[in-house]
């Protein structure tokens, strides 16, 4: 496993833009394949985005295509959530998660950061 912290979340305006970020550590980042989920208020944690351990496949939920854009640095062990236009349906705990290989279920990642607060404001 790996540990994870997520930053850059915050409060945004509709139409607005935010990079969150997901550093891990751990000698074995580059072989995982990393996820964001996210989880509001009374609603189940619900896939983002994945991108495999090379970065040469990415998954993206419908909601979400053309406006949220992942990718990673190995190197730098971090994985990035570049979010644009956003809405205020896009309001969460956003979660990064690493695990064996992509896909889009919870049960596909087993490490999880602890969540960094996107708020979007009309």
């Known amino acids: 496993q790996v540990q994870l912290v997520e930053s850059g979340g915050g409060l945004v305006q509709t139409g607005g833009s935010l990079r969150l970020s997901c550093a891990a550590s751990g000698r074995t980042f580059s072989t995982y394949a990393m996820g964001w989920f996210r989880q509001a208020p009374g609603k189940e944690r619900e896939f983002v985005v994945a991108i495999s351990w090379s970065g040469a496949t990415t998954y993206y939920a419908d909601s979400v295509k053309g406006r949220f854009t992942i990718s990673r640095d190995n190197a730098k062990k971090t994985v990035y959530l570049q979010m644009n236009s956003l809405k205020l349906e896009d309001t969460a705990v956003y979660y990064c998660?690493?695990?064996?290989?992509?896909?889009?279920?919870?049960?596909?990642?087993?490490?999880w950061g602890q969540g960094t607060q996107v708020t979007v404001s009309s």
């Open positions: 998660a690493a695990g064996p290989r992509i896909g889009y279920g919870v049960s596909n990642y087993d490490s």
